[in-house]
């Protein structure tokens, strides 16, 4: 007998973890349907509301969403074509920030009839804000004059998780965060433990099991809750804890038991894998841009670390080889026609990435560059070609060492990172809205960072994802997201413990 589960989504973002859910709810009979996603941040918004739209289309996308964007031209007023399909979606995405005043109250009502409606057949998904816990984050705090940890809200936003899932009760409940939060403490006590106990208590309680370790009797060890999405075919080394709530009722899983089955370490998918299909870009200035002063700036740059001694002779034979092919001076900065054919990928990532009503690439736009990062990243891009590594700082010649204060302090050894070809990208982070430094293509011919749409396959967004506002809110929505191909496995692990 089918069965149909409604999903509450919190702390959306552009809705990572609810594309793989709502994905895995329409494979089978049981059916897993969002019914409202709570995002604050108002183009976040803009990009649920539009996914929100298009899943309510049972038999695909409506043939004007491909039109637009196979012609290039502005989304058309849905609330004009599809008055009543865009009226849902924008009540089911919201912009509100939770833990503010009469916030819950407004979502209190959809909470109650859903539960009702459903009887009990609800999920809970989603992640409070991570800065409070991230390393980085707490590095930063640290230098805050009179920070207190005590009094920083986000530290208990996950407390405003725990109100909804009481006033919900859902049949399960998955809560994603950063690794960070392991080690984070609060009044001297590990706020991770505190985090457990209060989901445990929940509602009508839960039984709380990791889902890339053997399930254990007893107290579950907290790196247990870590999943490593490049484990799961995801071509990135994005390492998140999950934490996956059954309510009493619901028999949990024998000991021993491991939900989420890992990817063969040979099967494991490449950023050159990922992305090398889509068209080569050359970088560009971010002044006076045009492609005969990017090329001789580029020329001047190679000529440089051709000719200094204290480039290893490697490197400088891999510039002089680019030198000698020509450097992409013709190639333009965005294009949204088709590329070439990529290194083969595993086929159920290539259906879950691509769309064949899609004619053209979106978002596939690089950004302008200093004359000496454009040298930076030519050098980084060489090295690692050649090495398989990326240079650390300080293995960059002088006349490429940024002027920074604190160069020497050891902390920004990796600030110039090229992405390694041949395996899985480091963690993509909402940082890359604000440069490209740690997120260097690896190919050295186009001397540049990644686009947003090679974000976006890093992070598995299918390729007909839109992200809504400026190219900078553009990549802060990639990187802020679960990676919605690993949440499409969480989703199909969900299901299965339901069914």
């Given at each position: 007998m089918a069965r149909e589960f409604g999903i509450v989504d919190l702390?959306?973002?552009?809705?990572?973890?609810?594309?793989?859910?709502?994905?895995?709810?329409?494979?089978?009979?049981?059916?897993?349907d969002i019914r409202l996603s709570v995002?604050?941040?108002?183009?976040?918004?803009?990009?649920?509301?539009?996914?929100?739209?298009?899943?309510?289309?049972?038999n695909g996308f409506p043939q004007e969403y491909y039109d637009s964007l196979n012609a290039g031209t502005p989304l058309p007023d849905w609330s004009d074509i599809y008055p009543t399909k865009w009226a849902h979606a924008v009540a089911e995405a919201r912009q509100l920030e939770l833990g503010e005043p009469g916030v819950f109250d407004e979502i209190a009502e959809v909470l109650d009839r859903n539960r009702e409606a459903l009887h009990g057949d609800t999920i809970l998904i989603g992640g409070p804000p991570c800065q409070a816990y991230s390393l980085v984050g707490r590095a930063r705090n640290k230098g805050k004059v009179c920070y207190v940890a005590e009094d920083d809200h986000r530290h208990f936003l996950y407390r405003e998780y725990v109100k909804i899932l009481d006033r919900l009760r859902p049949a399960a409940f998955v809560m994603e965060n950063v690794k960070g939060m392991l080690s984070s403490t609060i009044d001297g006590g590990a706020i991770f433990r505190r985090v457990?106990?209060?989901?445990?208590?929940?509602?009508?309680?839960?039984?709380?099991?990791?889902?890339?370790?053997?399930?254990?009797?007893?107290?579950?060890?907290?790196?247990?809750?870590?999943?490593?999405?490049?484990?799961?075919?995801?071509?990135?080394?994005?390492?998140?804890?999950?934490?996956?709530?059954?309510r009493s009722d619901i028999e949990p899983p024998e000991p021993g038991t491991i939900l989420l089955q890992k990817t063969r370490e040979e099967k494991r998918v490449s950023v050159k894998q990922a992305i090398f299909d889509l068209p080569k870009l050359r970088s560009g200035l971010s002044r006076n841009d045009n492609p005969e002063?990017?090329?001789?700036?580029?020329?001047?740059?190679?000529?440089r670390i051709g000719g200094s001694l204290s480039v290893p002779e490697d490197v400088r034979d891999e510039v002089a080889k680019l030198l000698s092919k020509g450097i992409l001076n013709s190639s333009p900065r965005a294009t949204s026609a088709k590329g070439r054919r990529a290194p083969r990928m595993p086929d159920e990532l290539r259906q879950w990435l691509t769309d064949p009503g899609l004619k053209r690439i979106l978002h596939h736009e690089t950004r302008g560059h200093i004359a000496d990062d454009l040298g930076r990243y030519l050098f980084s891009a060489s090295w690692s070609k050649v090495r398989g590594t990326s240079p650390k700082l300080e293995e960059f010649p002088w006349f490429l060492q940024p002027e920074h204060k604190n160069r020497d302090s050891g902390k920004f050894k990796d600030r110039f990172r090229t992405q390694l070809a041949e395996t899985p990208s480091t963690t993509v982070t909402s940082h890359i809205s604000k440069d490209g430094h740690y997120f260097i293509h690896p190919d050295p011919a186009q001397i540049r960072s990644l686009t947003v749409r090679e974000a976006a396959r890093l992070q598995t967004f299918p390729d007909n994802y839109y992200f809504h506002g400026p190219r900078t809110r553009q990549y802060h929505q990639v990187g802020n997201a679960v990676p919605p191909y690993l949440a499409l496995q969480i989703g199909r692990t969900i299901r299965g413990l339901l069914e």
């Open positions: 702390f959306a973002g552009p809705g990572g973890l609810g594309e793989g859910f709502s994905a895995a709810g329409r494979e089978t009979d049981t059916r897993m995002e604050k941040e108002p183009t976040e918004v803009e990009t649920l509301r539009l996914r929100a739209f298009l899943r309510s289309f049972e457990l106990e209060d989901l445990q208590k929940a509602g009508d309680g839960y039984h709380l099991v990791p889902l890339a370790a053997p399930i254990e009797e007893g107290e579950t060890d907290a790196r247990d809750f870590i999943v490593r999405a490049e484990e799961h075919g995801v071509p990135q080394a994005r390492h998140r804890v999950f934490i996956v709530g059954l002063t990017w090329h001789s700036e580029v020329i001047e740059q190679a000529e």
